[in-house]
């Protein structure tokens, strides 16, 4: 079974710069997360899509962050403009259910984005 | 808000048994207690996860106390492969599904 995909590995840019990430969850999962991981802290979440609706997006900065899950598959994260303190890893994460009692979040390998 | 406490590091002998503790005293009856690891430049990988009742699986051991304040995750036999970033999560349920928080996790050491 073929993993979370996400896409590009590795990003630098300037600050004020634009930036987009790209992933793909594994086939079926209707729940995508996109998490944000600071170097030395554990990932926090950012945005939660159940097929394409919005069901948690309390801690994404809206002024610079927007995410969108058309079709309810794959997902774009996009940071616009782009500032020193989003220098992060950028994690994608699926699961099958949202409800479910056996519930697992799979993991993509992330993007790490440096803003200089 | 952090909804769990681990120590930043350890170390453990490698074939020994590591044992990492977790504390979440804010718990709720309805929370799952979750256990994943980062390999550096990795996503996280899950272990294991339980409720109340103490759970294992080929990777590891998931020890939750009675009151459900604190959980140990057991490496039985550990490995060099096993040196990794292990992470303790509260499954929060809400009207909308499920929310993994993440806290600050333990940074195990598998010494040869």
């Known amino acids: 079974e073929a993993g979370v995909a996400q896409s590009p590995r590795y990003k630098i840019i300037e600050k004020r710069q634009s930036v987009a990430f790209w992933c793909n969850p594994i086939?079926?999962?209707?729940?995508l997360y996109w998490y944000q991981q600071i170097l030395g802290q554990g990932p926090k979440l950012l945005i939660q899509f159940q097929n394409n609706g919005v069901v948690d997006d309390s801690q994404l900065p809206k002024d610079r962050f927007s995410a969108e899950r058309l079709k309810g598959v794959d997902s774009t994260l996009k940071i616009q403009p782009a500032k020193l303190e989003d220098s992060a890893v950028y994690l994608c994460?699926?699961?099958?259910?949202?409800?479910?009692?056996?519930?697992?979040?799979?993991f993509g390998s992330g993007t790490q984005l440096s803003v200089l | 808000d952090a909804k769990t406490t681990q120590p930043p590091s350890m170390d453990c002998a490698e074939g020994r048994a590591a044992n990492l503790p977790c504390n979440h005293s804010t718990i709720s009856g309805n929370e799952y207690v979750y256990w994943y690891r980062q390999i550096h430049s990795q996503g996280p990988q899950y272990i294991i996860h339980?409720?109340?009742n103490n759970e294992t699986n080929e990777m590891a051991s998931l020890i939750i106390t009675e009151d459900r304040k604190s959980s140990t995750l057991i490496l039985p036999h550990a490995t060099l492969r096993d040196t990794a970033v292990y992470y303790c999560?509260?499954?929060?349920?809400?009207?909308?599904?499920?929310?993994?928080?993440f806290g600050t996790g333990t940074s195990l050491t598998v010494i040869p």
């Open positions: 086939s079926g999962h209707a729940t």
């Open positions: 994460a699926s699961s099958l259910s949202p409800r479910g009692l056996y519930e697992k979040l799979f």
């Open positions: 999560i509260v499954r929060v349920a809400s009207n909308t599904g499920n929310q993994f928080y």
């Open positions: 339980g409720l109340k």
